[in-house]
């Protein structure tokens, strides 16, 4: 069973930098695409960015490109987030996942097909 630990959140000012980590526990991650997600207060849950299991696909919400990068290291079992220029509207619990489907080429911020749902990381952006 996979599982997702997700890391690295915390306070930082307007245009601050954090970087997240979603590490994992389990033999299938290096299969799957990850999905970034994020929840503010009073609103839906939202893809900000996601991962093909290769690393070569990548995509972003209109929100965070050229603020955000998304990576991984299959061999540590880990993806990354890093975001940069930091705005407050990006304060909300953020969230990775996993694609349900194994060796998928492209990642799709679809939130049906993602599984084993981390716990979240709480990031607040605020002077």
């Known amino acids: 069973q996979l599982q997702l630990v997700e890391s690295g959140g915390g306070l930082v000012q307007p245009g601050g930098s954090l970087r997240l980590s979603c590490a994992a526990s389990?033999?299938?991650?290096?299969?799957?695409?990850i999905g970034w997600f994020r929840q503010a207060p009073g609103k839906e849950r939202e893809g900000v960015s996601c991962i093909s299991s290769s690393g070569g696909s990548t995509n972003y919400a209109d929100s965070v490109k050229g603020r955000f990068t998304i990576s991984r290291d299959n061999a540590k079992n880990t993806v990354y987030l890093q975001m940069n220029s930091l705005k407050p509207e990006d304060t909300a619990i953020y969230y990775c996942?996993?694609?349900?489907?194994?060796?998928?080429?492209?990642?799709?911020?679809?939130?049906?097909?993602?599984?084993?749902w981390g716990q979240g990381t709480q990031v607040t952006v605020s002077s």
């Open positions: 996942a996993a694609d349900k489907y194994l060796s998928r080429s492209m990642c799709v911020m679809s939130e049906p097909i993602y599984g084993n």
């Open positions: 389990g033999s299938t991650f290096s299969y799957r695409a």
